[in-house]
């Protein structure tokens, strides 16, 4: 790519980055977060400002309207240097050894890829969308293609119990410890608290450099220990994921004020790893559900009986009712697989009293 198309593409992305702002500064000015309604107050003024392509400013204002969807009591800003991409603004020509036709402020830039022999295989297959995104090191592309998943019949659930401790743990017996993970992720807090509180630009710079390492590390670890997990299961098997809330990328990097875990405890972590787990599970062809989580850490595998004091300690399951023991994760992880399977019903048993706690089978009155 020469120096012109470049600047070109460049230009583009800035100038997409910045309508993003005007958009969102529009919607949350107005209350307008509907992708609609908020097409119809700013599409003409970001195409008069920005120059931008119609399909560009209607990429801008999807991703205002997205990102605006569950968490709307401050104004959001972007700051990442990226525009989406659909099959009008992007387009991939095969025939001339991978080169890309993107759209920009100023006609459309042709550009070879710099590919290896894994990422030629995989761009044989149908392109849906594609993602360019500016980096000091250039521009990079994301390109998402299409491709057929094979069909596995499953009819053996494996429940999956995620969380800190134990990073990953599933009724199959596979399990990743979180200790390592945890340990890291206290000291890159430390690291970054450190430097929050000094100030100095050279701090700052310095801070968030950190926090993208750190991004960019537990992406990885998350990643290895999805993808074992998906090659250790069996065929016939599928698996039942716990439905917990969402929770923001950008939560990573910054500081939190968990008690216990101030670093290692964060939602994003989790969620990410159940995203991955989802992803990767379709991918394979093995089936995913999604089954409730309450009472997962308090129910007794073997009686069914729930009671706070069967979770011992953040490790330790002992049933008040029938003595059952066992890790508290992997219990977890045994609840989230009956779910799958249908759910607990009442079992027939003999009311129990174990020091004190009145606790009855569950479905019992």
């Not at 743990?169 to 990743?176: D, L, R, Y």
């Not at 990885?220 to 599928?238: A, M, N, P, W």
């Not at 990767?280 to 009686?303: E, H, L, M, N, W």
Request: include cysteine; glycine fraction near 6%.
């Amino acid at each position: 790519m020469d120096k012109k198309d470049f600047e070109k593409l460049k230009g583009t992305v800035d100038a997409f980055q910045s309508a993003c702002n005007y958009i969102s500064q529009m919607a949350f000015n107005k209350g307008c977060f509907d992708p609609i309604a908020l097409h119809a107050l700013v599409y003409q003024k970001v195409r008069a400002i920005f120059k931008l392509p119609a399909g560009l400013a209607i990429q801008a204002r999807n991703r205002v309207a997205e990102s605006y969807r569950q968490h709307r009591e401050k104004l959001h800003t972007f700051s990442r240097n990226s525009m989406a991409l659909d099959d009008r603004l992007f387009s991939l020509l095969r025939s001339r050894d991978f080169t890309v036709s993107i759209a920009t402020i100023k006609g459309r830039v042709k550009s070879g890829l710099v590919l290896g022999e894994y990422q030629r295989k995989i761009l044989e297959k149908p392109v849906k969308s594609a993602s360019l995104i500016l980096r000091k090191a250039g521009l990079f592309l994301k390109i998402c293609v299409a491709y057929d998943v094979p069909h596995k019949e499953a009819a053996v659930p494996v429940g999956v119990d995620v969380g800190i401790r134990k990073l990953l743990v599933g009724s199959n017996g596979f399990t990743a410890c979180g200790g390592p993970f945890m340990v890291r992720m206290d000291q890159y807090e430390s690291h970054l608290q450190t430097l929050g509180t000094k100030g100095t630009s050279s701090a700052k710079r310095r801070l968030k450099r950190l926090a993208r390492k750190e991004l960019r590390w537990a992406r990885t670890t998350l990643h290895q220990i999805s993808r074992r997990f998906v090659e250790s299961l069996k065929d016939g098997e599928y698996i039942a994921l716990e439905e917990l809330p969402e929770t923001k990328t950008s939560d990573i990097g910054k500081p939190c004020k968990c008690k216990d875990h101030p670093a290692a405890f964060r939602g994003w972590a989790i969620s990410r790893l159940l995203s991955m787990l989802s992803y990767k599970c379709a991918g394979a062809g093995v089936p995913v559900v999604y089954v409730s989580p309450d009472f997962t850490s308090q129910r007794c595998p073997r009686c069914s009986t729930i009671h706070k004091n069967n979770r011992r300690t953040q490790a330790l399951f002992r049933c008040v009712n029938c003595g059952f023991q066992h890790n508290a994760d992997y219990v977890a992880a045994l609840n989230l697989r009956e779910q799958a399977r249908g759910g607990w019903a009442a079992v027939s048993q003999p009311h129990a009293v174990h020091k004190g706690v009145d606790c009855k089978p569950l479905g019992s009155s």
